[in-house]
């Protein structure tokens, strides 16, 4: 699963176009070559909001005293439970776990952020269908993941494509201010 694209208003249309192709193209191949349960074959990501959460995370724990604690490698971060793999004492680590909870980038959404996004993507999705695409689905829940989950067969439309992308865009502006784009699994 992954966002669309931000858009770079400082390229020429085609000058995005040709970078989001790209970005489409590196995404399939990471996404293929990964072994991530959470990659898909689909669009590319919006930037560096989750990799920016896992670096938080990790600078957090080792300004709390854990000053060996890793960096994200490949996109993760271990979920680390003894303090020797990091040469702190199990309290040490313990304590800066706890100063740390609200960075930890693997936590599950609140039921009240679970429906906020959902209401937002349905309003997404509204828009995209005045938009042309009238096929474009409804958002999906599966287990507080909200995302919209797109067979190109079924669906009759490539979200990946240049001109899905020009309309995803416009339609941004049904989303919170900075969110970017949602999140699309898309299926042949």
Not at 48 to 69: D, E, I, W
Not at 109 to 122: E, G
Not at 142 to 151: A, E, L
């Amino acid at each position: 699963m992954s966002n669309f694209p931000s858009p770079r208003s400082a390229f020429p249309r085609r000058a995005r176009a040709a970078a989001s192709i790209v970005a489409v193209a590196t995404a399939l191949l990471a996404a293929a070559c990964s072994s991530s349960p959470s990659s898909t074959g689909s669009s590319s990501s919006n930037g560096g909001g989750a990799t920016n959460s896992l670096v938080a995370y990790s600078q957090c724990m080792r300004s709390h005293g854990v000053p060996n604690f890793p960096d994200p490698n490949g996109g993760q971060i271990p979920k680390i439970t003894s303090g020797q793999r990091v040469g702190v004492t199990n309290s040490q680590l313990s304590t800066a776990q706890g100063a740390c909870q609200s960075l930890w980038p693997y936590q599950a959404s609140t039921q009240t952020q679970t429906q906020t996004q959902l209401t937002n993507y349905l309003a997404f999705a509204k828009c995209m269908r005045s938009h042309g695409v009238p096929n474009w689905p409804d958002p999906t829940n599966s287990g507080g993941h909200v995302s919209f989950n797109i067979s190109v067969s079924r669906d009759g439309f490539n979200p990946n494509s240049s001109a899905i992308l020009t309309k995803a865009h416009q339609c941004m502006s049904s989303l919170p201010a900075g969110s970017g784009l949602p999140t699309v699994s898309v299926s042949s």
